[in-house]
């Protein structure tokens, strides 16, 4: 059990359908949240008081715009934002194709933007301050081979992350982003075959890199980047904002 409570906050969670975004989900939960879970493919008929499904392609202005008018419906408010929705895309930079290039910015810099402006309109009407987290990720720090439209987007996030902290300083509204390293999910799966083929290594040459990179021998379940999201959520980050932190095992110490 957390001893962070966030009873009668109101949580967005975009992506949360599966994998990092799932792990937060139920993280918020049992911290006493209600919240709203936000996926391009997600189940809705089973929304009840205290948890919300939505279809909403993050991407596209007027669905972000119906989501969160929707959310404040439901529930009454929001407090949190939590922008986790995320794509990867793999190929050599020389070698990226536009449409790619631009399915990845829409929804990890374009989603990002979108999300925060709605949300951050509705919070400065609350007049209560509120929480926006993004995730970024060790991607938003340094370059990586075979990423680099992903790479983009995520020093996108940080980018805007750092500009929304500033300006939403005076609203008691905190901004800030997890930069995760190597996260096991279907996302890091798919990668490790796509580009365990584009290096003609295989995946588990690739996974075994993976893991040699981190002086905590283990890559990161989803819930261990939940448990810094629910820290960002609650009271006791009140005084930190515009800050990328990571969450990596220690990688990045290397
Ligand atoms: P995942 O693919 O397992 O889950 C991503 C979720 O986002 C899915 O439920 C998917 O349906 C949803 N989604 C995708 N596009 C969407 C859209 N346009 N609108 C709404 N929902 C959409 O991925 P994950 O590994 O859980 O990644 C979650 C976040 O963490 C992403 O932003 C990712 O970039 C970031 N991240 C992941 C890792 C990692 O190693 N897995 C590392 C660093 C950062």
């Known amino acids: ?5 966030l009873t009668g906050k109101v949580a967005i969670v975009t992506g949360g359908a599966q994998g990092i975004g799932k792990a937060i989900v139920d993280a918020l939960l049992e911290c006493e949240a ?3 879970i936000i996926d391009r493919d ?18 596209k202005s007027n669905q972000v715009e119906e989501m969160v008018h929707k959310v404040v419906q439901h529930f009454g408010r929001v407090d949190i934002l939590v922008n986790n929705a995320g794509i990867s895309s793999m190929d050599y930079a020389v070698d990226i194709k536009e449409e790619d290039w631009d399915r990845v910015m829409a929804v990890n810099a374009k989603g990002v933007y979108l999300c925060s402006q709605a949300v951050a ?16 990720s060790q991607a938003g720090k340094n370059g990586y081979r075979l990423m680099g439209s992903y790479v983009a987007s995520k020093h996108a996030v940080l980018g805007f992350t750092k ?11 905190n901004v800030n982003a997890v930069c995760p390293g190597i996260v096991e999910t279907d996302m890091k799966r798919n990668e490790r075959v796509i580009g365990g083929e584009l290096r003609g290594l295989g995946a588990e040459a690739i996974k075994a890199e993976d893991f040699s990179q981190v002086p905590l021998g283990r890559t990161a379940l989803p819930t261990d ?3 810094v999201v ?13 800050q990328g932190i990571n969450v990596t095992g220690g990688m990045t110490m290397n």
């Open 1 to 5: 059990m957390y001893c962070m409570d």
């Open 34 to 36: 209600n919240v709203a």
């Open 42 to 59: 997600v189940q809705t008929e089973n929304s009840n008081e205290r948890i919300l499904y939505l279809q909403t392609d993050v991407s």
């Open 121 to 136: 309109r509705v919070l400065k009407e609350q007049g209560q301050g509120g929480k926006i987290i993004n995730i970024s």
């Open 163 to 173: 500009t929304m902290a500033i300006e939403l300083a005076k609203d008691q509204i």
């Open 225 to 227: 980047i939940a448990n």
């Open 230 to 242: 629910v820290f960002l959520a609650s009271k006791y980050s009140d005084y930190m904002t515009g």
